[in-house]
């Protein structure tokens, strides 16, 4: 159980482009992601909280307007990376909390982001 | 805000020995400290997890210890096996509202056959 699965895992683009990346809790409902970025051989930093049915809050530091979060239903959150540039390129990671509990969190496969 | 340290960074072991991470915060409101185990290329795999209202919890190989007039606690695993081979990271959050967690730098343990 507690399985989250984000798609895709990994993808190249050109300078940019938007890229979207999906999120999705598949056997339980999440009121709450959230969206995590990874450089090499360092740790998780939170880059924004997102809520099911309302807006995202983002850390500080975070362009909410470079980076857009949609968290639609219970199961689903999309991250958008937009005019994607070299300095985006990381892993991206979500994960998803168990909804209506401030329990814990499980976290998805990640998703490698490389901008050319 | 919360700030969570972790020693130490790499860890190189002989199969069979104990390995013991530790980690210290500073939040003394925070009350939940899961460990995450994340191997190359993939997301972190929650391994075990202690709430403020213990002070030890086992499964199996694996051992957490929490010191909370210190603000300290650790991870144990013994008879370590090569495939124990990743990054941990231990991580502190307050587990009220929105739970954010303030994760640690990691530590990348070796298990040698």
């Known amino acids: 159980g507690a399985v989250v699965s984000q798609h895709p895992s990994r993808v190249i683009c050109k300078s940019g482009t938007s890229v979207k990346i999906e999120c999705r809790s598949l056997?339980?409902?999440?009121?709450?992601m959230f969206w995590y970025r990874q450089f090499p051989k360092k740790s998780l930093m939170l880059m924004a909280t997102?809520?099911?049915?309302?807006?995202?809050?983002?850390e500080q530091g975070v362009e909410k307007d470079k980076f857009l979060i949609n968290h639609a239903s219970l199961t689903l959150s999309t991250l958008t990376v937009t005019s994607a540039h070299p300095e985006d390129s990381s892993f991206y990671i979500c994960?998803?909390?168990?909804?209506?509990?401030?329990?814990?969190?499980?976290f998805g496969p990640g998703t490698r982001l490389t901008v050319l | 805000g919360e700030n969570v340290e972790q020693h130490p960074s790499t860890l190189s072991v002989q199969e069979g020995d104990s390995a013991v991470i530790k980690c210290t915060y500073s939040?003394?409101?925070?009350?939940?400290f899961p460990w995450y185990k994340q191997e190359l290329g993939k997301g972190p795999q929650l391994i075990i997890d202690i709430r403020s209202n213990v002070g030890e919890k086992k499964d199996q190989r694996i051992a957490v210890t929490l010191n909370k007039t210190a603000k300290h606690f650790s991870l144990h695993i013994t008879e370590t096996q090569p495939e124990d081979s990743a990054v941990y990271f231990c991580a502190a959050s307050r587990n009220t509202g929105f739970q954010k967690l303030v994760f640690g730098t990691g530590t990348r343990l070796l298990v040698s056959p």
């Open positions: 997102s809520n099911e049915g309302s807006k995202a809050t983002y």
């Open positions: 056997d339980f409902q999440a009121t709450t």
């Open positions: 939040d003394s409101a925070s009350n939940y």
């Open positions: 994960s998803a909390q168990l909804a209506y509990t401030t329990d814990t969190q499980y």
